[in-house]
């Protein structure tokens, strides 16, 4: 009991800190979702929304890779929250989202409509939360070299 009292408090603590990081991961997630229950998404489009990502990857391909990223991601948010400080974890995770955004959003500049504004916002969303991540990593390794070398401790 007193297990999962913990694991409440120190989740409950950071979820609202990296609300976006969540907002950004489970969006991801969603969009591999659709991908995987409408298989002929990229297909059936025929403003060609979709050209640049099936020139990379195939839909069930993209649908597996997003979906599989996203919960390795959502695992990341969850281990920081709940037992373990990872900001590198979450930088490289960041980082790596951008990636699929980028391709969303190159892909939907051919019709630039909402679609394009939407993929921009969460790519330019992870772009900030990389470098909030970037930041945490940096003040844990602050830490951990100031723990190393015995700053601070007495001297």
């Not at 409408?38 to 979906?67: C, F, H």
């Not at 974890?89 to 504004?117: G, P």
Request: net charge positive; proline share 3%.
């Amino acid at each position: 009991m007193l297990f999962i009292a913990h694991i409440r408090q120190n989740f409950a603590g950071a979820f609202f800190l990296r609300l976006a990081e969540w907002y950004a991961a489970i969006l991801l997630f969603a969009l591999g979702w659709i991908l995987w229950v409408k298989p002929d998404l990229m297909q059936s489009e025929p403003s060609g929304i979709y050209g640049l990502m099936k020139l990379v990857a195939t839909q069930p391909q993209w649908s597996i890779g997003i979906m599989m990223f996203a919960c390795m991601r959502l695992a990341v948010l969850t281990i920081n929250g709940a037992w373990r400080r990872s900001p590198h974890l979450r930088w490289i995770s960041a980082l790596l989202s951008m990636f699929f955004w980028m391709q969303i959003a190159l892909s939907f500049r051919v019709v630039e409509n909402l679609s394009l504004v939407f993929a921009i916002g969460i790519l330019l969303l992870d772009f900030a939360n990389m470098i909030r991540a970037a930041y945490d990593a940096r003040i844990a390794d602050y830490k951990h070299d100031e723990r190393q070398t015995g700053a601070g401790a007495g001297s």
